[in-house]
């Protein structure tokens, strides 16, 4: 291949990662500092098209308290974007959907910690339930989506 046609592919390959780059969906992610999946977890959405930012703390019980997710939907860590909280390893392609769809709630939970998620990576026992994080604090959580 000649330099000029090595620069041209070089310069197109540079301009898709920045349009990528500007595309992707921030997100800010709450977690324990010594939680190795929430890390994974990240990553498993930086894969997927978000810019995640961590945030140590000590305190997710008060983190969890100021979004108001009801301790049976739990998960190891809680993540804000674009008005929606996220609470635990609810893997991306919900999370698209739920930007996607934009419903009339405050997001989405996979109670704590199952194996089979991303960032808890190995064999299901049984099929995973993602649920909505209803606006009304004690209603009953509907299913949006099992994996």
């Given amino acids: 291949m000649k330099t000029a046609s090595r620069i041209a592919v070089a310069v197109f390959a540079l301009t898709l990662q920045g349009a990528a780059m500007a595309a992707a969906i921030p997100v800010k992610l709450f977690k324990n500092p010594s939680c190795f999946c929430c890390d994974l977890y990240a990553k ?8 995640v930012e961590l945030v140590s703390t000590t305190d997710m019980a008060l983190v969890k308290q100021r979004h108001g997710i009801p301790e049976k939907l739990e998960g190891c860590h ?35 910690m199952p194996v089979g998620a991303p960032g ?27 994996f």
């Fill in 78 to 112: 809680t993540a804000l974007l674009q008005g929606y909280v996220v609470e635990g390893l609810v893997p991306a392609q919900f999370v698209h959907r739920l930007l996607q769809e934009r419903p009339k709630i405050k997001g989405l939970a996979l109670p704590g």
């Fill in 44 to 51: 498993h959405l930086e894969q997927h098209g978000f810019k």
């Fill in 120 to 146: 808890m990576e190995g064999p299901k026992s049984k099929p995973l339930q993602v649920y909505a994080l209803e606006p009304a604090p004690n209603a009953n959580p509907n299913v949006f989506g099992t």
